[in-house]
């Protein structure tokens, strides 16, 4: 079902990090692709299923890539696909949303708004409704990526998991404590937006008011239940990493690995920098999920300060 | 042979590119690989060979890529590996070859220099020489891209590749001109290495005094003749782009791409940026060859002047 252009991504280890890190650390590239991030390996699964059976018309809400990559796929099966998104979401994912011919609405609030606005749409509409995380085919997608994992590198100590509404998490994470049980699954989460990681701890449901982050792909506020109770089940950790530790991981990953990452592909990156002593010596494979950044943002992030480069 | 870390890389159209360059865009991604260059495609076949019969000490001169990948090759088979370089080559490019533990001899001159050194190592200490794109197991690793494009995409018009010391040309070209004749093989050098190109066009080798470019990669000065030969039975064209070219090439790489890469790695965006007309509306696939980059020179070319940002 899915375009092989997003499969067999680059998994490779990247030793110019290592001693910076102070562990093994390999890299599971999804940013080489039309969409530069994951998400179209669940997009490609819904599209199909609904190419083949389904409704023509779908909607989603999407802070920029699940909307990119459900337009990809879409366009590909002659469907006809409207994104929902905020007005303060990155410009760049919006662009491109608008260029692979799909409709876009722009709400005047947050990701948790564009939600509700999707659901709205989707009933007044009588389309089909795509929610990220809760719909079964966006985290079998991803966890794809963890077949992928298992299968070139059985001998990682460590998966480091950008978590957001969850399918990455959950998707991964299921196939790795399905297949390779003695790897740690570790889910990171700004403390800008960490309603996933204390819903996880406390095991219900947590909500905030609002987020406070850079990294707008994984910026949510309200986790879904079935959701946490999946992420339950498979992740051995969560933690929440300072915006000063993602601006870090962008600028590392971009002097030592030449690599260039939108904020929540460098959640992994930043576990290890805030929490050396507990990766040292480990060998960890972090998943680099997007590279969808706003241009001159990502100039400012990695630009400055220069002298205090890692 | 080759280590499958090497192989099998991201392929794929890059839509946004393409309003800024007016033709269809496809990129062969070599960069995200643990030496960040194509070369050790060829390294691993020569180390493979040698680990089975050969000498267990070997030499090769490099501008710094070929040398960081038969460094790579060499360690995982147990070979005694030194490299010798130019001492201004690019400092990062260096410094990946120390820390893949391969013994680095530098000489105060330019490529060429570090070429006749680096037969005089291998004379004096009877040690097997490696001679980039003169050994054909160079233009063999390279010719695995070759393979790999005309397997998943037979559509293309034109293929873009650097043309340095010319195993990459000859290698993709080869395999393009047998399996895929009807599509056009591009060599792209900088104005300010041309030895290669001239030498193309005069059909015999035409030698320059010195080399003024910052595509470190492909700056030679000498062609080597029996390379030459095969180059003209593959290339359909070889042109010459401005250094301005190739710094927007890499540019936009990084604005619209998503990716950095070594000025060599743009020569194929440059030379759709000063010949628009010729590939207006076709198909072009370019090989990003390497992102071996030294940080802040990278940072010097990508963000000055802000304002002519294409």
Redesign the interface.
């Known amino acids: 079902m899915i375009d092989p252009?997003f499969l067999?991504?680059?998994?490779?280890?990247?030793?110019?990090l290592e001693p910076r890190l102070g562990c093994t650390v390999s890299?599971k590239?999804e940013?080489?692709?039309?969409v530069?991030s994951f998400k179209a390996r669940g997009t490609e699964v819904v599209a199909s299923l609904l190419a083949d059976h389904g409704p023509r018309a779908v909607v989603c809400a999407s802070a920029g890539n699940l909307g990119q990559a459900l337009a990809w796929s879409g366009r590909s099966r002659g469907l006809e696909v409207t994104v929902v998104a905020s007005r303060f979401a990155s410009a760049a994912k919006l662009d491109?949303i608008r260029?692979?011919e799909a409709g876009l609405e722009l709400v005047d609030g947050d990701f948790e708004m564009a939600r509700e606005r999707a659901v709205a749409v989707a009933r007044h509409e009588g389309i089909r409704l795509v929610e990220d995380s809760l719909d079964i085919e966006t985290c079998e997608g991803a966890a794809t990526i963890g077949l992928e994992l298992v299968d070139r590198a059985p001998s990682f100590d460590t998966v480091l998991i950008a978590l957001g509404g969850g399918a990455l998490a959950t998707g991964v994470g299921h196939v790795v404590k399905a297949l390779a049980p003695e790897v740690e699954v570790v889910c990171i989460q700004p403390l800008g937006a960490p309603a996933m990681t204390h819903s996880w701890r406390r095991r219900s449901v947590v909500t905030t008011d609002s987020t406070d982050t850079i990294a707008d792909g994984v910026a949510g506020r309200r986790p879904i239940p079935a959701v946490l109770d999946d992420l339950l089940l498979v992740a051995d950790d969560a933690v929440l990493v300072e915006e000063a530790s993602i601006i870090a991981g962008m600028r590392m990953l971009?002097?030592h690995a030449?690599?260039?990452v939108e904020p929540s592909a460098a959640l992994g990156i930043a576990a290890i920098l805030e929490n050396r002593d507990r990766f040292a010596g480990r060998h960890v494979a972090t998943v680099v999920c997007g590279?969808?950044?706003d241009?001159d943002a990502y100039?400012r992030w990695v630009?400055t300060p220069f002298t205090s480069r890692p």
């Open positions: 252009v067999d991504t680059p998994l490779y280890r990247c030793e110019a890299i590239l940013t080489a692709n039309p530069r491109r260029a692979l971009l002097d030449g690599l260039v590279s969808n950044v241009v100039r630009n």
